[in-house]
């Protein structure tokens, strides 16, 4: 998960909301002169105007109100989390909450069902963020200290053809205008674009200052260099589906094309696919550009585009 999401920051008067989220309680107020359940918080009751309120546990229970699909992120940083399901959920004390909806596919997704809430911890300071599933549904938050995953999901397992390399025909047969499946995946986190930083000397802000990047920069936090993505594809194993054959030698001639569309935010996860663009026959041998495209998981704008160029002699 990109660490540059925004969070909520509570004040004085709705911080008893999100310390009772990090505790796993959903606390609202409500009113004691009248009854009146409130929600969001503030000082005085909404129907009767007392100032005599006070914070009580509630389940949580409740009935999607209205909802909405959204496929687009408002920020590269909830590239991962798309299609995210925003919602408003209507608890049973009357009340209505913005929130997301988790653990759902589209289609069970009804005006009217039962939901329960899902306390999601996304930071390790304990920030927690109130979500809700299906009533019939188990769902686990994926906790911020867990381990990140450098291969989920694994690379799918493709049948691989061998191509000899003087096959001129069965060379140029690989020629494509479709991608692989999407390669495993790797977590770019701070540390990583700090180290990175350290051994390329780009020491530059946008990469480093995750408090000034927020404060001054265009994307609402760190991002990774582009030089440092295009470095990940080393370890995002493509399945390419086929293997060239009697060579004697490969050379990576570099790139004739390599393009920075997008920005891969600080702790974003990164995957690729790639296509055979063009095979030509040289004097010095057989030359084979690979489009690679790597993508923030979830982002349909690629943040690599790298025409990879391999000589086989």
């Not at 409130?38 to 007392?50: E, L, N, Q, T, V």
């Not at 009935?63 to 408003?88: G, H, N």
């Not at 906790?143 to 001129?168: H, L, M, Q, S, Y």
């Not at 060239?244 to 690729?272: C, E, K, Q, W």
């Amino acid at each position: 998960m990109s660490t540059n999401k925004p969070m909520p920051v509570p004040t004085e008067i709705s911080a008893p909301f999100w310390d009772g989220l990090k505790s796993g309680r959903l606390t609202i107020q409500r009113c004691n002169s009248c009854g009146h359940w409130i929600f969001y918080p503030r000082r005085h009751c909404d129907k009767c105007w007392s100032h005599d309120v006070a914070w009580h546990d509630v389940s949580g229970a409740g009935s999607l109100y209205t909802y909405t699909l959204t496929r687009i992120p408002t920020l590269p940083d909830f590239a991962d989390e798309m299609p995210q399901a925003l919602a408003v959920v209507e608890l049973d004390e009357g009340v209505r909450i913005n929130t997301t909806l988790v653990g759902l596919a589209e289609d069970e997704i009804k005006v009217g069902m039962r939901l329960k809430p899902v306390f999601d911890t996304v930071k390790g300071d304990g920030t927690t963020l109130l979500r809700f599933t299906g009533v019939d549904k188990t769902f686990t938050p994926k906790r911020p200290d867990a381990p990140a995953a450098e291969a989920a999901p694994e690379t799918p397992a493709v049948a691989v053809i061998k191509v000899p390399v003087g096959d001129e025909a069965a060379m140029r047969a690989l020629v494509s205008e479709s991608f692989t499946a999407w390669s495993n995946e790797v977590v770019v986190d701070q540390a990583l674009i700090d180290e990175f930083a350290r051994l390329s000397g780009d020491d530059y802000w946008i990469h480093t200052d995750p408090d000034k990047a927020r404060k001054m920069g265009p994307f609402g936090g760190t991002i990774a260099h582009g030089a440092l993505v295009q470095v990940l594809q080393s370890r995002l194993k493509i399945p390419l589906g086929f293997e060239v054959t009697g060579f004697t030698n490969m050379v990576n001639y570099g790139s004739d094309r390599l393009r920075f569309p997008s920005p891969v935010p600080a702790g974003a996860r990164i995957h690729a696919r790639a296509r055979v663009k063009s095979v030509e026959r040289l004097k010095s041998g057989t030359q084979l550009v690979l489009e690679v495209h790597t993508h923030v998981v979830g982002a349909e704008r690629p943040s690599v585009i790298n025409d990879l160029v391999i000589l086989y002699m």
